[in-house]
């Protein structure tokens, strides 16, 4: 029987070997960048999400004080009447204001989520929010607005994702105390702004409007993100002692 043998150029085992080396080196940093693309499109709308939740959660806090009201509304010293009261009495007149001051207010799109919390940028705005922990046994704490230099502690730009924090929230067993309102430690990345109805009826000596615009804002960096995202809404509520002609 007659045998052959093939032999190979020199280098012919090298070049296969560093070929299949670089397809390889491709395939896995495909595999590596769609799994990181899938990766950070899920924190994504984990974060869309719990951003959402916490816009809700203001938003039927508001509702819910306004009906507490309305139910209550014989009883002039009641906790939600009060309430509404400081929310309502906190909301900015923007009627004889500058076209660019009442851009500045209703219309919402930063480039930089720190510069809404740099200066006096929320005081001037009246901003606040509900501290949602205590809505319910102590009204009175409720209302946090950044008009009271006291409470600018309570606002901050997000560390992950728009929230309230309270103190404690790293117990996973007990959890926080949020009964007690100084437990309260900050909200992350959301606020609102109050507006009054600039056509509104005026009651005479009184500043009180018809119905109020509630603009809830949240803004937030997302991971690995130099662009914020935002998220904002607003909601009309009226005043249920006020009848407009």
């Known amino acids: 029987m007659l045998m052959t043998k093939h032999v190979g150029k020199r280098g012919d085992t090298l070049i296969e070997v560093m070929l299949a080396v670089g397809i390889f080196s491709m395939v896995a940093v495909a595999v590596v960048a769609v799994m990181s693309g899938g990766t950070s499109s899920a924190q994504t709308a984990l974060e869309t999400t719990l951003t959402r939740e916490a816009i809700d959660a203001q938003a039927e806090a508001l509702r819910f004080i306004q009906s507490s ?3 209550e509304k014989d009883n002039v010293n009641g906790d939600y009447a009060n309430l509404w009261q400081a929310i309502t009495s906190n909301a900015l007149d923007i009627k004889d204001k500058s076209e660019d001051y009442q851009k500045s207010i209703t219309q919402f799109s930063p480039d930089d989520c720190s510069n809404l919390y740099s200066g006096d940028n929320l005081k001037n705005q009246h901003a606040f929010f509900i501290n949602t922990g205590v809505l319910g046994n102590n009204p009175g704490a409720a209302f946090v607005t ?3 230099s ?9 560390s992950t994702y728009p929230r ?3 103190n404690g929230e790293e117990n996973l067993v007990s959890g926080p105390s949020v009964s007690d309102p100084s437990n309260l430690n900050k909200a992350e990345g959301i606020y609102i702004v109050a507006v009054k109805d600039p056509n509104s009826t005026t009651i005479a000596g009184t500043n009180k409007s018809a119905y109020y615009d509630f603009y809830i804002r949240t803004c937030w960096y997302g991971t690995g993100d130099k662009t914020p995202s935002t998220i904002s809404t607003v909601m009309r509520l009226y ?3 006020i009848v407009k002609n």
């Open 69 to 71: 009201y309305i139910a």
């Open 146 to 148: 950044a008009a009271n």
């Open 150 to 158: 006291d409470n600018s502690k309570f606002f901050s730009s997000a």
């Open 164 to 166: 309230l924090i309270y």
């Open 239 to 241: 005043d249920p002692g």
